[in-house]
């Protein structure tokens, strides 16, 4: 079945490091990734998204990788900010497909 | 920057009572979505709707499960008669015509006792 999954529930990073989060997907139909970033108690806010004809996508200080060879996709922050901290979610689309189907999530702790 | 609005914040209701969450999409977006999230799990799909009729819906959305589009602004999601495991946030989401980015609103915390 089709499934959306982190390798990792928490990440504690220094203030200043790179952040990389990961993820991986089993649907071989998925055409579209999203990454979002959600703080306590507010909405799942966009960041960064990718079709599945890139391998990388790159934002202000955010980078999308997109390995379709082993259905991973990963997360990187650079310069890491306390504004950072939040729970990450990667999330993807089947084409055709209206819903979007989420991870469980990483929540990224920064530390001073 | 345009954003979607959800009201109300937080809603506690009694078990079997019908509640309506309110969403107000971003103007001239053409696609619509509700999600929840179960504290502390992922966030699910419930529904999308476009063009005035509903497009996909997953097996959450039951018939306890309805959503309207009234007028030229709200979207909202009704649940008739409201169980225990409603408990949850509700997310309302949008989208433009072009590109897939679903924008999410800050959500409504449903508690139903």
């Known amino acids: 079945g089709e499934s959306v999954g982190l390798h990792l529930p928490t990440l504690s990073v220094q203030e200043g490091d790179n952040s990389i989060i990961n993820c991986a997907y089993s649907n071989s139909a998925s055409d579209y990734f999203i990454w979002y970033k959600q703080e306590s108690g507010k909405g799942p806010q966009f960041i960064i998204d990718?079709?599945?004809?890139?391998d990388k996508r790159q934002g202000q200080r955010v980078t999308v990788l997109l390995n379709k060879t082993v259905k991973h996709l990963s997360l990187q922050i650079a310069a890491t900010q306390p504004g950072d901290s939040a729970v990450y979610f990667c999330?993807?689309?089947?084409?055709?497909?209206?819903?979007?189907?989420f991870g469980q999530g990483t929540r990224l702790t920064i530390n001073p | 920057e345009p954003e979607v609005t959800q009201t109300p914040s937080h809603q506690v209701t009694q078990m079997g009572q019908e509640v309506i969450l309110r969403c107000v999409p971003i103007?001239?977006?053409?696609?619509f979505y509700w999600y929840r999230q179960i504290l502390g799990q992922k966030v699910e799909f419930l529904v999308s709707f476009y063009n005035n009729e509903i497009s996909e819906k997953s097996e959450i959305f039951d018939d306890q499960f309805s959503v309207e589009r009234p007028d030229g602004s709200n979207f909202t999601l009704k649940i008739r008669s409201t169980k225990l495991e409603d408990s949850a946030m509700y997310f309302c989401a949008s989208r433009g015509g072009v590109g897939e980015t679903q924008y999410f609103g800050p959500g409504t915390r449903l508690l139903v006792l």
């Open positions: 999330a993807e689309k089947s084409q055709g497909a209206q819903k979007l189907v």
């Open positions: 990718i079709r599945s004809n890139m």
């Open positions: 103007s001239n977006h053409l696609y």
